[in-house]
Structure formats: structure tokens, C-alpha cells
């Protein structure tokens, strides 16, 4: 007879099945949180508070409206009503399953505690693990080890239970390394063990120096790519696509035309269509308005990257002719490999998110601020693995080949 499974199994088996304990982090600017005080440190994912209170309010406006439209004209329309409560349920219910999310990290230094809490607020479950019972582990998964949570070139940061035959509890996988290395220091502190950097690699440079670099991903699920361009003899440049800077455009032109529309409607409208008219004219064309323009204006500045040997630069430009000073990125004589990093990831198309290979090329310099500096990425391996070749042969440094798929 099978014994009744405890926390720790259920926690396992559902990061190695479902999702890890903390969530994936698939944005490469999203971080681990990491909060350090004298008695404990916290560790947790971080929840989209503005966009979710933004779909809580336009909840309960879709809830309201029914209400103050039979005030004002004194007729109740129980289709409407119905009608306006079930569509504000697809904003209310991901809002309360993004803001009840209970599943954080507790390490009480005082009582040598690991707190593992988890579950929905007011549904909050809590189990506790001492110090010498488990470690902490990062590393990157390659394809022996991936399953339907970890994906190779992934980073994985998990605990291991000693007396449970090594069970593993996936706290976070991530595209970068970045995005966990915080929350794996504080944790392996804690433990008392050393960390133990597995996702660095020792290299040697043409100067003759050591430096230990990274393998892992650098943009994660970026899949904006730039086409190899040659120039001239001294100058090559990886031109970027005009599509997202006309869609942004597109999305500032029509948020401009539906304010307009919304503002400068029907004169004899009723109330509830000039309060909504109102609401949407300043939250939805609002957004498209100065989401178009910023997205618009990086876009455009960040389209192509330059590499200029007669002005030793590496830099963005929104276009590429004899002449153009863009953005300085860095120095060419700082430049010391080219990387070719991958990582299977979740990335957009259309509608819908899917699982794709993302394939990067990065540079790395000798500056100790910037170490690795992001080029192009693309899901066409061939022409990817010979741009860089083609971009190391052009610097005259060695290509690196890190990936893991």
C-alpha cells in the first residue's frame, strides 16, 4: 500500500510536471525578488501590480456600469447586466490568480529555517525544512536533462531534499542568469555552501589573458533579428527589420483616430456611452498613444548595429551610410570572442505563446561593466552559426560556440 505523498512530493512532482515553485521567468529584464533584513530573507516572483489593478478597476467599471446606467435611466436590463458581470470576470479572475499567488521563499536566520509557503491567499499552506536537510543548486540544463518544466539552455535554480533519494523542487527556470543569481547566492549562504558558478567557462584570449564568461543566454526570449550586412571593407553591420518600428507607428496612429472618435461622438449619446467613451478614450487610446511613441522611438534608434573599423565603434544607428554616428555600444579594440549562445524559450506568435529555439549572437569585451554585449538573435540556426563566423572573421577574434540545443 502506497504511503499518502507529504508537501515535499506533491511540491516536487508539480515543479518537474507543471511549473516551478516560483514561477518561470521568461523576460529577460524579470528578476527573482530578493529582500534581506536582519531576521530573514525573502524570496519571491514579482506580480505586474499596475496591470492588475488596471483589470480589477476595468472589472468592476463593467460590474458598476449596469448600476449607475439604471439610476440615471431609471430601466433595468438584466441581459446587460449579466452580460457586463461575465466579461468582467475574464479581468477579475486572472487578477486574483496573479495577485493571491502565495508561493515564496522564507530563510529565518534565527531558527535555521527554510519556510516554503505556498498556495492562494486566503488558501496558504507553509512547510518548513532545516538547514542540513537540503542544498541548492544552478546550473543549466542541457537536453539529457530537460522535461516538460526545464528546457535545454534553460538556468535552473532548485533545492535538493537529501533524505528524500535526491528529490528535486524546481524553484525557478529562467532564459539568463542574471534573473536568479541573486536568490541563488542568498540561498547557498545561508546553507553554508560555497556557490558553485557551473554556467561560467574559462576562456583564453588572444592577449594571452584568462576570463571566465558566461555560456548562458544573454537576451532570453528576444527573438528580434538583424540581417549581416557588409558594407564596405571596413565597415559591417546587422540591419534590422522596418516591422516593428511601422507597427508601433501604426499602433500611435490609430490610438490617436479612436480618441478622436471616442471624445468627438454622437452629440445626443446616453450617459453609460459617454462615461464609457470617456474611460476607453483615456485608458486604451491613452496606452496605444505613448506606448506607440516610446516603442516607436527605441525601435527605430536600436534598428541596426554598427561595426566601424576606421572609428573603432561598435554602435546602434537607425540607418547605415558612410557617415552616420549612431549610439556608441563599445569599442571594436575592446572586443576580445564572439559568443554563440542558445536557449529553448517561450516566445510570440500571433496570439498565441509557443516553445522555440532562440539563437544569439553576443560579443564579448574586455570592459569589466559590460562583459557580454547582445547583437542579433533568430530561430534559423545555419544562418545564424554563419553570421558569427563571419563577424568573428571580420574582427579577427575566435567564435565561441555555447550552444546547448
Known amino acids: 500500500m502506497d504511503l499518502p505523498k507529504d508537501d515535499w512530493q506533491k511540491l516536487s512532482e ?6 516551478p515553485f516560483l514561477n518561470v521567468l521568461v523576460s529577460s529584464n524579470k528578476k527573482l525578488i530578493v529582500k534581506d533584513s536582519s531576521d530573514y530573507v525573502l524570496i519571491k516572483n ?19 456600469m449596469p448600476i449607475i446606467v439604471t439610476i440615471k435611466e431609471r430601466e433595468f436590463n438584466i441581459f446587460v ?8 470576470l475574464i479581468f477579475l479572475v486572472p487578477s486574483y490568480q496573479i495577485l493571491a499567488y502565495a508561493n515564496k521563499i522564507f530563510i529565518k536566520h534565527r531558527d535555521n529555517l527554510i519556510l516554503l509557503k505556498f498556495g492562494y491567499y486566503p488558501f496558504v499552506k507553509e512547510l518548513s525544512l532545516t538547514k542540513h536537510i537540503v542544498t541548492v543548486c544552478l546550473y543549466k540544463c542541457d537536453i539529457e536533462q530537460a522535461n516538460m518544466v526545464k528546457k535545454p539552455g534553460q538556468v535552473v535554480l532548485s533545492l535538493i531534499h537529501k533524505e528524500h533519494n535526491e528529490s528535486e523542487l524546481i524553484l525557478s527556470t529562467s532564459d539568463t542568469k542574471k534573473q536568479v543569481i541573486s536568490a541563488y547566492e542568498k540561498i547557498a549562504l545561508f546553507l553554508g555552501q560555497s556557490p558553485q558558478d557551473e554556467l561560467t567557462e574559462e576562456i583564453g584570449l588572444p592577449s594571452g589573458e584568462k576570463v571566465a564568461v558566461s555560456t548562458t543566454s544573454l537576451s532570453g526570449n528576444n527573438i528580434e533579428s538583424r540581417k ?41 449619446e446616453k450617459l453609460s456611452q459617454k462615461i464609457l467613451s470617456m474611460i476607453l478614450a483615456i485608458v ?38 558612410h557617415g552616420l554616428k549612431g549610439k556608441k555600444i563599445a569599442t571594436l579594440s575592446e572586443i576580445e570572442a564572439v559568443q554563440l549562445c542558445s536557449v529553448f524559450t517561450s516566445v510570440q506568435s500571433g496570439n498565441t505563446r509557443r516553445g ?41 577574434v575566435p567564435m565561441l560556440d555555447h550552444t546547448a540545443i
Open 356 to 396: 522555440a529555439s532562440v539563437y544569439e549572437i553576443n560579443v564579448i569585451t574586455n570592459n569589466p561593466d559590460e562583459k557580454r554585449i547582445n547583437i542579433t538573435n533568430g530561430q534559423k540556426h545555419d544562418q545564424i552559426r554563419s553570421d558569427a563566423n563571419a563577424f568573428a572573421e571580420f574582427l579577427d
Open 284 to 321: 486604451v487610446c491613452g496606452f496605444m498613444i505613448l506606448g506607440g511613441i516610446a516603442l516607436f522611438i527605441n525601435s527605430l534608434f536600436r534598428r541596426c548595429v554598427v561595426a566601424n573599423k576606421e572609428s573603432d565603434t561598435l554602435s546602434y544607428t537607425p540607418f547605415v551610410y
Open 14 to 19: 508539480k515543479s518537474q510536471s507543471k511549473k
Open 81 to 88: 447586466s449579466l452580460m457586463s458581470f461575465g466579461v468582467s
Open 228 to 268: 549581416l550586412r557588409v558594407i564596405s571593407e571596413n565597415v559591417l553591420a546587422f540591419k534590422g527589420s522596418w516591422l516593428y518600428s511601422m507597427v508601433f507607428g501604426v499602433t500611435f496612429i490609430i490610438g490617436v483616430i479612436l480618441a478622436i472618435c471616442f471624445i468627438y461622438g454622437e452629440p445626443d
Open 46 to 64: 514579482g506580480k505586474p501590480w499596475i496591470f492588475c489593478i488596471f483589470m480589477c478597476a476595468f472589472g468592476g467599471f463593467l460590474i458598476l
